[in-house]
């Protein structure tokens, strides 16, 4: 009776054990870059970051070690998040490869019609259809998209740093 005893309690307290430490492992901390209200980019500890500080004209290049509720504690430094004057983040490819879709169709457009007219209706290519513009339109608003990218980001009124942890509604 007493080892079956034993044997529930060892259970309870490794159960209990396994609840606790992994709620203890989802309360990781994160740093995000919101502008107005919306989230930009998502911190975590052990991640590189690049950032700069007021009054300082050098970049500082660390990983974050710990994110506390108004700083961020670097590698061999502790920087509160009012300091911060400009992150360097890497940004999504996302708006490049958009402008490489409005270039591949602006160019399919025209290539398309082209095709048309010559080999299938068999007659000269004749330009004044409106293709070559919305073509030309397509190449022009899609390039310079495919070619910026955004190095940094201003920390400012619109753009600022928040810690959030497990429960809060922007955690994930």
Do not use: C
């Not at 107005?36 to 007021?54: A, Q, W």
């Not at 068999?122 to 899609?142: H, M, Q, T, W």
């Amino acid at each position: 009776m007493r080892s079956m005893l034993a044997r529930t309690n060892i259970t309870i307290v490794f159960l209990l054990y396994l609840l606790f430490s992994g709620y203890a492992s989802q309360a990781q901390r994160q740093l995000l870059l919101l502008k107005n209200g919306h989230v930009l980019h998502r911190f975590y500890p052990g991640d590189d970051i690049y950032i700069k500080v007021k009054g300082n004209s050098d970049r500082i290049h660390s990983y974050i070690n710990n994110i506390l509720e108004d700083a961020v504690v670097l590698h061999t430094d502790t920087i509160p998040f009012h300091k911060i004057e400009r992150t360097y983040i890497y940004e999504s490819a996302r708006r490049n490869a958009n402008g490489a879709q409005l270039v591949a169709a602006g160019v399919l457009l025209f290539a398309i019609d082209y095709v048309n007219q010559e080999w299938i209706q068999k007659r000269d290519y004749e330009a004044g259809r409106g293709i070559p513009i919305a073509s030309g339109i397509l190449v022009a608003g899609g390039l310079p998209l495919m070619i910026i990218k955004k190095k940094s980001q201003v920390i400012s009124y619109k753009y600022r740093l928040l810690m959030v942890k497990a429960g809060d509604p922007l955690y994930r």
